[in-house]
């Protein structure tokens, strides 16, 4: 924001509360009520008010207080941010970034345990990427706002208390670029956002029984990196995928597709793929726990891979 | 007359590709008579929470014939598409303006280029008013290269970003959140210029309307939200959708204007409103009810 005037925020207790999850503390103070503005209840209006402003060329961060709110603003980010920018024959870029907290968290109920990344997948024109760690997500959150075209940044509600040391200094992170986090030779583990420290837990388990796991944290659903993706499959000839949509029309399913599309020669055996159950998240803590993928399911997964 | 003057001519195409006031001075010299006219409009205007604008609008020969000019291109041009769609050379949806061109016309008297004007699928008028071309409009309804939108958008989706016309939106209603975000943005870069949001009878009972007109007014935003009342939305009768359809009332906390429009002379009316609008825009946005 202090680089570029036409950075401003909006969203729900974006402002003088300082966000919901603390995002955007002190911002209010720094820069003004008009910079950091604190809408009212009003999604679908606030997210068409952002697009509007992009328009013309303000860089507007919109956030939805929990992801699953947005699906107000689907029409807005589908019809409006995704397609403009065609519709309008190129006269127009939408360089709207819309963020928020999203996946399950701890018992928060089904309707606050959304994952949106599933149902946004297939708008046309949208860019998404799922920061997974302190360092992306600041180099995510510079790069979305100064990218030209529409991105939705995927922050997970578990993973906002992470503290890790990083750069004082403006870096960015590349939005269609992949995250090699565990070198391997066995098998290739494509994941995303807090399934990724899931699936690191089961790392330590399988190299302790003597698998070597290739780990990679996926970051942009869409596009997909699949150069990254591809050469690990050409190496390890077996994939498994970890993640937190549901199973049905999930981003696993896009993956699997795509996967099997360009690389089937490489694969040694079916790829696995490990999602959330296809229902509601429960509110008790048990039940909600065998919803979301555990690392011990996953280290039964590789097992099964790699027999 | 003037029409068939510019039908009939043999440089045809290239008066099309004019823009429509140069192509329209150039052969009317009597249409240059700067003298001036009082017009009085036949039916008061009806307003909310605000003082209605006189009924008396000053004009001229030249101006008054310059805009009866715009709105008899603007017709012809809505029934050749109104044709065209029938001949199926436009697919798809086409949404006319014919009998609603003095909203566009009458509004684009009391502006500039610089102010915002964004609409909703009825928009071939309203790109021709902010100086699209007739060529553009007809390529983009065919599908052609030419097109506004490069034939990429359709009937629905004219825009012209270098007249600040944000279009051409396919969605009832969706447009006016994006409209209220144009008048965000120039209160942001503090241009002075105001933003006019138009959307119709049916899109008036859409939730997100109110919301954004929650948001202008407590934001203080450049906003002008006009309905363009055409008593039906989609197929339904307009009082078999609205409870109240005093839509200009519906604002509120916010002024509102009631203006009766019948082609012609009621261009006037929208001109002197819009200049009292703007007026009024300094503090606080309208709602205009037409």
């Not at chain 1, 600041?138 to 992470?162: C, D, Q």
């Not at chain 1, 190496?235 to 597709?257: D, F, N, P, Q, Y």
């Amino acid at each position: 924001m202090e680089r570029d005037p036409r950075v401003c925020v909006m969203g729900e207790d974006v402002g003088h509360y300082g966000g919901s999850y603390k995002v955007t503390k002190g911002l209010a103070t720094k820069f003004g009520d008009l910079r950091v503005l604190d809408t009212p209840i009003a999604e679908n209006s606030f997210t068409g008010m952002g697009i509007g402003a992009a328009m013309t060329g303000l860089r507007p961060v919109v956030e939805g207080m929990n992801m699953g709110f947005l699906l107000l603003a689907f029409n807005q980010i589908s019809n409006n941010c995704g397609m403009l920018h065609y519709t309008s024959g190129g006269q127009f870029t939408i360089p709207i970034v819309i963020r928020g907290p999203g996946g399950v968290g701890r018992q928060l109920g089904a309707e606050h345990s959304q994952r949106l990344e599933s149902y946004f997948q297939s708008i046309p024109g949208i860019q998404m990427v799922a920061c997974s760690t302190p360092y992306n997500a600041k180099g995510f959150m510079k790069a979305a706002i100064r990218s030209e075209n529409p991105v939705i940044l995927f922050e997970h509600v578990l993973l906002y208390n992470l503290k890790e040391r990083i750069p004082d200094e403006d870096y960015i992170c590349n939005l269609e670029e992949a995250e090699m986090v565990r070198p391997g030779e066995h098998v290739t583990i494509l994941t995303y956002s807090r399934m990724r420290y899931h699936v690191m837990q089961a790392a330590k388990t399988l190299v302790n029984k003597g698998y070597d796991p290739e780990v990679i944290d996926i970051r942009s659903l869409k596009p997909f990196d699949l150069y990254t993706i591809g050469n690990s499959v050409k190496k390890t000839h077996r994939v498994l995928i970890v993640e937190e949509c549901m199973r049905t029309g999930g981003i696993g399913a896009s993956l699997i597709a795509a996967i099997t599309e360009n690389f089937n020669d490489y694969l040694d055996a079916p790829i696995m793929c490990l999602s959330s159950q296809d229902v509601p998240t429960p509110y008790a803590g048990t039940l909600e726990e065998w919803t979301v993928v555990q690392p011990a399911q996953i280290v039964a997964a590789v097992e099964q891979l790699c027999q | 007359m003037a029409l068939s003057h510019l039908a009939a001519s043999a440089s045809r195409s290239s008066s099309l590709l004019k823009p429509l006031s140069s192509a329209l001075s150039l052969r009317r010299p009597i249409s240059g008579d700067n003298s001036p006219l009082t017009v009085e409009t036949s039916v008061p205007f009806t307003s909310h929470q605000c003082e209605a604008p006189s009924r008396s609008v000053e004009t001229n020969p030249k101006e008054l014939l310059t805009f009866f000019r715009d709105m008899a291109l603007m017709r012809r041009m809505e029934i050749a598409a109104d044709s065209l769609y029938k001949a199926k050379l436009i697919r798809g949806f086409c949404h006319l303006y014919d009998g609603q061109e003095a909203v566009a016309v009458g509004m684009e008297a009391a502006i500039t280029k610089k102010d915002c004007i964004i609409t909703a699928y009825r928009d071939h008028c309203t790109f021709v008013s902010r100086g699209g071309t007739l060529l553009e409009v007809f390529a983009e309804l065919m599908g052609r290269q030419a097109g506004c939108s490069k034939g990429k958008g359709g009937s629905m989706h004219f825009y012209k970003k270098d007249s600040n016309f944000y279009g051409g939106h396919g969605i009832v209603g969706a447009q006016v959140p994006l409209g209220c975000g144009l008048a965000f943005a120039q209160k942001y870069s503090k241009d002075e210029t105001v933003t006019f949001a138009l959307y119709g009878d049916g899109a008036a009972n859409q939730g997100q309307l109110f919301e954004a007109l929650n948001i202008s007014a407590l934001w203080d935003l450049p906003a002008i939200l006009v309905c363009e009342n055409n008593h039906y939305g989609m197929g339904t009768a307009e009082w078999r959708a609205a409870k109240s359809p005093a839509y200009y009332k519906r604002g509120d906390y916010v002024p509102g204007l009631k203006v009766r429009i019948s082609w012609f002379v009621e261009t006037m009316v929208l001109l002197s409103c819009n200049l009292l609008v703007l007026e009024l825009c300094e503090t606080v946005d309208v709602v205009v009810l037409l």
